[in-house]
């Protein structure tokens, strides 16, 4: 199970945290990874980590400007975004599976967390 949580509301080039607590690891995951959608659009690939704190690979949307991170003591991975514009709206979800850029590889999704970039 996964469960997001920190999405809110922020102002143009400001900071937010997301967190991703995961409850145990299926033998079919390696990697955890954060996708975002927006209504009317296919869900959009926003980076991932190795299970466990591994590599991490990052959309081009993302890179210089969102980081992936993880705490092992607590099974739990971060996106720490700044610099956020209005762009970045979408309901941000955190995704388990084989790995890779796109969403069918992800067999488990979180609920998701609503990001809403605004002045």
């Known amino acids: 199970q996964l469960v997001e949580s920190g999405g809110g509301l922020v102002q143009p080039g400001g900071s937010l945290n997301l967190a991703c607590a995961a409850s145990?690891?299926?033998?079919?995951?390696?990697?955890a990874g954060w996708f975002r959608q927006t209504a009317g659009k296919e869900r959009e690939y926003v980076g991932a980590i190795g299970w466990g704190g591994g590599a991490t690979h990052y959309a081009d949307s993302a890179k210089g400007r969102f980081t992936i991170s993880w705490d092992k003591a607590k099974n739990t991975m971060f996106l720490r975004m700044s610099r956020l514009q209005a762009e970045d709206t979408a309901v941000y979800y955190c995704?388990?599976?084989?790995?890779?850029?796109?969403?069918?590889?992800?067999?488990?999704w979180g609920q998701g967390t609503q990001v809403t970039v605004t002045s």
């Open positions: 145990g690891r299926a033998s079919d995951v390696y990697t």
């Open positions: 995704a388990a599976g084989r790995g890779g850029d796109v969403d069918y590889v992800y067999q488990y």
